[in-house]
């Protein structure tokens, strides 16, 4: 029944196939859906806009275009985007930029079941 | 519409990604294989480069695993020195020195690569080359 489902309908962008698989695994085993996935800049802005999700987790190095230009470009058309940064780099300095930007957060890929808290608390 | 390739251009494209493969086996995992035309050999590129990708980031786990045991093993050394006021036994220094070295020789080994657009710094960061944001 559609009125019921409770979880998050999730854009996943990667450009690990392998990461890919296990954010979206992590997604569905705690309720959530994943609605497409991207693997890099360009396609998560594309479908972002076709798909409009509620929530993206985002990886920030990817060729084509990077997690931060992605996340700029679909916040400029979309202020109330939700989107939650899942990377590798060092958080102290990428969850400042991630602020800036406007994202509701980073987490490191080291602890992927932070992502999900985040997510639940949107 | 899919163009069909000369015999001569399939020859050539299979040279590339030939010459990209041997790179990425090299560890050179900031080379991406070109964009090719022909069904097969664009299902080739394209798989190298997810390889290529997947392999950065299975390193990049490694050498990040590897820096928090040794930030781990570096506070457990602290709290045990309180405990031995006269200097760690023997046994107990060489075990963790030993642990300290094999941590360290694994990051080293990840940075034997050359990763896209990601620097892993001795002293512990993980950045991006292109700078961010900052």
Known sequence: MKGMFMGKRVLVVDDSSIMRKVISKALRENGHAVLGEAKNGKEAVALYEALKPDAVTMDITMREMDGLAAARKILESDPGAQIIFVSNLEEAKYSRDAQRIGAKGYVSKQRTQDFLSLLEAL | ?134
């Not at chain 2, 990209?20 to 590129?45: C, K």
């Not at chain 2, 093993?73 to 046994?91: C, I, M, V, Y």
Request: with cysteine.
């Open chain 2, 1 to 134: 519409m899919t163009r069909l390739m000369s015999m001569d251009d399939e020859r050539s494209a299979l040279k590339e990604l030939a010459k990209v493969a041997r790179q990425m086996a090299e560890g050179h995992l900031d080379v991406s294989a070109p964009d090719v035309e022909n069904g097969e050999l664009a299902e080739l590129a394209s798989a190298m480069n997810d390889l290529a990708v997947n392999m950065q980031e299975v390193l990049i786990n490694m050498w990040k695993q590897a820096e928090i045991a040794k930030s781990v093993l570096k506070e457990t050394s602290l709290a045990l020195t309180s405990h031995f006021p006269e200097g760690l036994p023997e046994d107990i220094r060489k075990g963790i020195d030993s642990l300290r070295g094999n941590f360290s020789d694994t990051q080293g080994a990840v940075m034997a690569f050359d990763l896209y657009d990601v620097f892993l710094d001795p002293d512990g960061t993980c950045s991006q080359y292109s700078g961010g944001e900052t």
